[in-house]
């Protein structure tokens, strides 16, 4: 019924994912990214209409052999189990002829959003799992992404929704952030690839944000040529997106503040009672105001020199319909004084809804290892103990949390695949401790 075979048509293949909902991690120009794996393109067809694509990417591996790998799965009608079922027999020939260990496939599949089953979810563990898949449940033995997202929406049905109503559902504590953070001398700049070209200092000063930030939370920090790289192989789908703390800036809005200040004083002593009120209410909050620009100045003082410090960076790749922020994060210079987080955020979900974009990915969350449920599908995927903090930022915008019914394997060689599933956990502490090491 169906037919499968290695596609050359990159350009179609593309041109499929980018109709058909698919991800950046599933394209063409992906290969150019992730240049330690060899990527194989297959597409499936029903007579001369193209049903299914998916990215293939191989990686020899001591004692494991060869791993082959599916980021998202395969884009296609995931409710069309001959379509999947006759796929799979395909990919279980080329693994013989290829020889490799195992399969890995992780399809783009809710689980639960907001911990509310989805049908499809459990319909498309079944089909897997009857097709000879098996679920992985370590979770720290995932190969690439966690079996979770967290999504905002950008449209209600058909019309897309602007900033201002995906703003006002967002947590007390964003709005005031977004706020205020032009009033503290903030200022945003969104750069490309050419820009980072021309002036590597920009990359530079996302370095330093990242690590800021990769120190505090945990994370294992990309290099910058890395940075660079997504940035060019994805030009005309990404961006940059910098903000500045500008001391000149904030120094000019606070004379601003306090001159306002000033002529309050002066008409309150022949005002009115209830004028008076409101002068009060401007000198009580213009000395609130001067209590945090007092302690700004104070936490950058060390910069005696940059007069513009660098204090909130994310790149942002907007592919398909969906905006995903990759990397982000602060400095832990006026971190909490600025809000520069939470203004930084606002601003690509912006951007997102700028590209006519139906869905603005924050990020995962890394999460602890889940029980299984009675069906065999993961339980309640909750986040780490070190991540609980980023969950509840992330959260206070709103999004949904999806959880994805997670990582598949088929198996080939039974030994091999049990050294890489015992292997893989170790040699990724052990990577992540000579990235610190060397980055100190």
């Known amino acids: 019924m169906y037919t499968f075979r290695i596609e050359t048509d990159l350009k179609a293949y593309d041109d499929f994912l980018e109709k058909n909902g698919g991800q950046y991690i599933q ?45 998202g799965g395969a884009v296609c009608d995931h409710g069309n189990t001959q379509l999947l079922k006759e796929f799979t027999e395909f990919m279980k020939e080329e693994m013989k002829k290829g020889g490799a260990t195992c399969f890995i496939m ?12 989805i049908a499809e979810g459990h319909q498309m563990h079944k089909t897997l799992t009857d097709l000879g898949y098996k679920l992985n449940p370590s979770i720290e033995n995932y190969t690439y992404k966690q079996p979770v997202q967290l999504f905002i929406p950008l449209f209600d049905g058909d019309v897309q929704l602007t900033a201002d109503k995906i703003l006002k559902k967002c947590d007390k504590g964003v709005r005031y952030s977004i706020r205020i953070g032009e009033q503290r ?17 920009i990359m530079d000063d996302f370095m330093a944000v990242m690590r800021d930030t990769s120190e505090r939370d945990s994370f294992v920090e990309r290099n910058g040529e890395y940075c660079t790289k997504l940035l060019r192989e994805f030009i005309g789908y990404s961006d940059l997106k910098l903000v500045y703390y500008d001391k000149d800036l904030d120094e000019k809005l606070q004379a601003e ?29 213009v000395d609130k105001q001067t209590e945090h620009f007092n302690k700004r100045m104070s936490e950058a003082e060390e910069f005696t020199k940059d007069r513009r410090i660098c204090v909130a960076g994310g790149l942002s790749i907007y592919y398909a319909g969906m905006g995903s922020c990759l990397f982000g994060g602060t400095r832990n210079v006026i971190r909490n004084n600025t809000r520069s987080s939470h203004y930084l955020n606002y601003l690509r979900l912006c951007e997102s809804i700028k590209r006519g974009c139906r869905i603005h990915d924050l990020g995962y969350v890394i ?32 999004a949904d949390y999806h959880e994805f019914i997670g990582e598949y394997v088929l198996v080939g060689n039974a030994l091999k695949y049990y050294s890489y599933a015992k292997l893989m956990p170790t040699a990724k502490k052990t990577k992540i401790k000579i990235i610190k090491m060397l980055r100190k």
């Open 27 to 71: 394209c063409s120009a992906w290969q150019k990214v992730k240049t330690t794996w060899k990527c194989t393109y297959y597409c499936g067809f029903e007579g001369d209409k193209r049903v299914l694509a998916v990215l293939v990417m191989e990686r020899s591996l001591p004692l494991a052999g060869k791993i082959w790998y599916a980021s």
């Open 185 to 201: 001398g903030l200022v945003a700049e969104t750069f490309t690839y050419e820009d980072v070209e021309k002036n590597p200092k």
């Open 106 to 117: 992780d399809p783009s599949v809710s689980l639960r959003i907001n911990g509310e089953d």
């Open 257 to 285: 503040r306090l001159e306002k200040k000033e002529k309050a004083l002066a008409e309150l002593e022949t005002a009115h009672e209830k004028k008076a009120r409101q002068l009060k209410e401007t000198i009580d909050s």
């Open 367 to 398: 999460v602890k290892t889940p029980s299984l449920q009675e069906d065999g599908t993961l339980g309640e995927l909750i986040p780490q103990d070190n991540f609980k903090g980023i969950y509840d930022f992330k959260k206070s915008f709103s």
